[in-house]
Every structure is written in C-alpha cells, then in structure tokens.
C-alpha cells in the first residue's frame, strides 16, 4: 500500500472558521488528489496538484484552496467553513502512468 | 462530462450467493473504468480497473467485472460472496488525467 496519512482524522470547528487538512505521501507521486464523500454522491474532485506549485480545479472547488509546497504534502484549507462543507474528506495520489489512485484514511469533518 | 451510474444503493445478500453490482457510465469518447472498495472507517481501495484489451478483468478475491461498451456498462460479479465482502463499492470512470467521476455507490451487505 502506498504510505497515505491525513491529518487530523476528525475534527469539529464552528463555523466562519479557517480549517486546514493535511495530506502526507511517501511514495514520490507526482499526483495528489482532494476529495470530499457525501452520501448519495460517492466521492467528488475539490483540487488536485500536477506537481510542486501545480495545482487546479476539481468538480466541487468553490470555497476551498490548496496548496503543495513538496511533493509529499498537499494542503487543503477551507478559509472559512460552512455547515455545507461537513463532510469525509480524502486524499488520493497515483503515479504518472498509472491510473490507480492510492487513498488515504480520510478526515472527517464536522462544521457546527 | 463523464458520468456514472450505480443501480443500486443497497444490496442485501446471503452468504455464498452470486451477487452482481451494476454500473452504467455514460461518456462520449473512450473511457477507463475502476471499482474501488471501502471498507468501514477506511481509505478506498482498488479492486480492479478496465484501461484496454480483454473486457473481463478479475481480482484477486473473486470479484470480476466486464466492459460492454454497446451497454456503456461495468457490472461487478462475484459467483459466491463471503462475510468479509460486506463493504460499499463504488464505481469510477475517467476519460482523461486528473477527471475520474464516482457512482454513489452501492452498499453490500453479505447476511450469514
């Protein structure tokens, strides 16, 4: 299995506050994915990030921003949560040439 | 865009009973397909991909899927399930790098 850790795995924070989760890869992908699961909706794309500095928009991106300073570390940050933004969030990475997309544990989510 | 359907949200079944997923993906260029599997409180996991050739891919554990294309579906076959495949399986299509779209996903339930 691919080495996936989010960061925090649960977290409540009210809302209009800033809320930053962490994604940490060891495998050297360049790809790295951000997604929020939603039942009835399965997962949906937010942001995902090409390589270093290279990021762009998912399916769902409106008020969320990320960043990937290393390869081993993309951050997504919710400036300032909504109770629409209570949900699991994961993290995905691949390889180029490599459809599979390797899935962290998730983070769950709970904007009061 | 690309889109997927999963039939079913709930399947109930006993143990060592045949059971099929169903999955329907409607795109109008080629197409790679995937099931992944998510066991509680976890990551998903791939179960096993269509990208070219044969359109029957198998897994490890018994699990097969075959490509239609005239259908435009993916259906998930295990001849005989077992407790441990209780879990939600989601279906996933994507037509380019960096744009894979979930089904809902369906809920397997395998009943002693």
């Known amino acids: 299995d691919a080495g996936i850790t989010q960061s925090p795995r649960h977290k409540v924070t009210e809302t209009g506050t800033p809320v930053t989760l962490r994604c940490h890869q060891t495998?050297?992908?360049?790809?790295m994915y951000w997604y929020r699961q939603d039942p009835g909706h399965g997962l949906r794309l937010i942001h995902y990030?090409?390589?270093?500095?290279?990021?762009d928009k998912g399916e769902v991106s409106d008020g969320y921003s990320v960043s990937r300073s290393k390869t081993e570390d993309f951050l997504l940050t919710l400036e300032s949560a909504t109770s629409s933004q209570t949900s699991v969030y994961f993290c995905?990475?691949?390889?180029?040439?490599?459809?599979?997309?390797?899935f962290g544990p998730g983070t769950r989510l709970t904007v009061l | 865009a690309q889109s997927v359907t999963q039939l079913d949200s709930q399947v109930p079944v006993f143990e060592e009973a045949p059971v099929e997923l169903r999955c329907n993906y409607s795109?109008?260029?080629?197409?790679?397909l995937f099931w992944y599997v998510q066991y509680p409180n976890q990551g998903l996991q791939l179960l096993l991909k269509?990208?070219?050739?044969?359109?029957l891919v198998e897994s490890i554990n018994g699990f097969e899927a075959e490509f239609n294309k005239s259908q435009t579906s993916f259906h998930l076959r295990k001849p005989s399930v077992h407790i441990s495949d209780t879990a939600e399986y989601f279906c996933?299509?994507?037509?380019?790098?960096?744009?894979?779209?979930f089904g809902a996903g369906t809920r397997l339930t395998v009943k002693p």
């Open positions: 995905a990475s691949r390889d180029s040439g490599n459809y599979e997309q390797f």
């Open positions: 495998e050297n992908h360049r790809y």
């Open positions: 990030s090409y390589g270093v500095k290279d990021t």
């Open positions: 795109s109008s260029v080629s197409v790679y």
């Open positions: 269509y990208l070219s050739g044969s359109t």
């Open positions: 996933a299509v994507s037509v380019r790098d960096n744009d894979m779209r």
